[in-house]
C-alpha cells in the first residue's frame, strides 16, 4: 500500500469555527508532512514530523495546531482561521532510516484537502 | 522563501513531441526531485538525481543536473495527453534532507 489519504476533501469553514484535517498512511513511514498550497503556486512546507515529533516547524501561525497521535496517522487542528488562509493542504510521509536510498528520499503526497476560509 | 524558479512557465506542445522544463536553484543541494502534479491534486513523485549526478532515465524522463550552474533540466519524450499536468523541481538542502523546497512550476499541455 503506498497510499496517503486525507479527509476531508473539501472543506468550508467561518473564522470562528474549529475544524481538524486528518491524513494516514500505512507505509511504516516516520516522517509525515503537512504542506499548503495556493492557486498556481507551488507547495510550501508548514511542519515535519519525524517519530511521532514535531522537528519542524516553518514559523507557522498558532491558529494551525498539528499532531501525530502515532506512527501511521497526522492532523492538522484548525481554529480562527483567515479567508487568506483558503488553500490546498498536502500531508505527505516517507521513509526515515539510517541508510539513506533514493526510495528513502521520496516523498509520498495524499490527494490533500481543499480548505475554503469565509 | 522560494529556492528554485522554473521555466518556462506554461509549455503547450502536441502529443508525440518532446517537453523540456528547467529549473534553477540558488543554493547547495543534497539532491534534486521532480515532482508531477495534476489539477487540484497531490504531487508525484518522478525522479531524483543526486548532486554527484549529472544525469538520469527512467522510461519517458531524462533529467539532468548541473550543479555549476544550479541548474537541472526534465526532458519528456514522445509525450501523451496524459502527461498534462504541473511539473516542479524540489531541492533538499545540505543537512535538511527532509526539508523540500519546491520551484515555481511549469504547467504542461499536451495537446491531442
Known amino acids: 500500500d503506498t497510499e496517503v489519504t486525507q479527509t476531508p476533501k473539501h472543506l468550508v469553514m467561518g473564522m470562528t469555527n474549529k475544524k481538524s484535517l486528518k491524513c494516514e498512511q500505512h507505509?511504516?513511514?516516520?516522517?509525515m508532512y503537512w504542506y499548503k498550497q495556493k492557486a498556481k503556486k507551488p507547495p510550501e512546507l508548514m511542519f515535519v514530523y519525524s517519530y511521532e515529533k514535531l522537528s519542524i516547524n516553518e514559523s507557522v501561525p498558532s491558529r494551525f495546531s498539528p499532531e501525530c497521535p502515532n506512527s501511521s496517522l497526522l492532523n492538522l487542528h484548525l481554529h480562527a482561521l483567515q479567508p487568506e488562509d483558503s488553500a490546498l493542504y498536502l500531508c505527505a510521509s516517507s521513509a526515515r532510516l539510517r541508510t539513506v536510498t533514493n526510495a528513502q528520499e521520496t516523498q509520498y503526497f495524499g490527494p490533500g484537502t481543499r480548505l475554503l476560509v469565509l | 522563501s522560494q529556492q528554485g524558479e522554473e521555466d518556462p512557465q506554461a509549455l503547450s506542445i502536441q502529443e508525440g513531441e518532446n517537453a523540456t522544463m528547467n529549473c534553477s536553484y540558488k543554493t547547495s543541494i543534497n539532491n534534486l526531485q521532480w515532482y508531477r502534479q495534476n489539477s487540484g491534486r497531490g504531487l508525484v513523485h518522478l525522479i531524483l538525481?543526486?548532486?554527484?549526478?549529472r544525469e538520469k532515465h527512467s522510461g519517458r524522463l531524462r533529467v539532468t543536473l548541473d550543479t555549476s550552474k544550479k541548474s537541472s533540466s526534465l526532458l519528456i519524450t514522445a509525450s501523451r495527453a496524459a502527461d498534462t499536468a504541473s511539473y516542479f523541481c524540489?531541492?533538499?538542502?545540505?543537512?535538511?534532507?527532509?526539508?523540500?523546497?519546491f520551484g515555481s512550476g511549469t504547467q504542461l499541455t499536451v495537446l491531442p
Open positions: 538525481i543526486r548532486s554527484n549526478e
Open positions: 507505509m511504516g513511514h516516520r516522517a
Open positions: 524540489a531541492t533538499t538542502r545540505d543537512g535538511s534532507a527532509r526539508q523540500l523546497t
